[in-house]
Nanobody, 117 residues
Framework: QVQLVESGGGLVQPGGSLRLACTAS????????MGWYRQAPGKERELVAS???????NYADSVKGRFTISRDNAKNSVYLQMNSLKPEDTGVYYC???????????WGQGTQVTVSS
């Protein structure tokens, strides 16, 4: 099993920045891909960005050029630097990890990000 704990959400004005962090514990050796998803009110959960253990990244088109995902394998952590935030970035952001052996998906508890003036 893998446990994911997120931090760093909050309220920010449009154009502002936030940095989310997620730390994994448990059977971390089974993890390859880690990433961030978000869910806005009334909408489905969607991929924001993902990163493999060797640093290959993938971004949703809506966040390219504004968000940066990074990993620190020594700390079993993944980060999401969010710049130039827009009101449409508002939602609950979930950390995600995938077991490379079983394909099991793990989720954090979520952290709220609100972009509003």
């Amino acid at each position: 099993q893998v446990q994911l704990v997120e931090s760093g959400g909050g309220l920010v004005q449009p154009g502002g920045s936030l940095r989310l962090a997620c730390t994994a514990s448990g059977n971390i050796f089974s993890i390859n891909v880690m990433g961030w998803y978000r869910q806005a009110p009334g909408k489905e959960r969607e991929l924001v960005a993902s990163c493999t253990k060797i640093g290959s990244t993938n971004y949703a088109d809506s966040v390219k050029g504004r968000f940066t995902i990074s990993r620190d394998n020594a700390k079993n952590s993944v980060y999401l630097q969010m710049n130039s935030l827009k009101p449409e970035d508002t939602g609950v952001y979930y950390c995600n990890a995938k077991n490379r052996v079983t394909d099991e998906i793990y989720w954090g508890q979520g952290t709220q990000v609100t972009v509003s003036s």
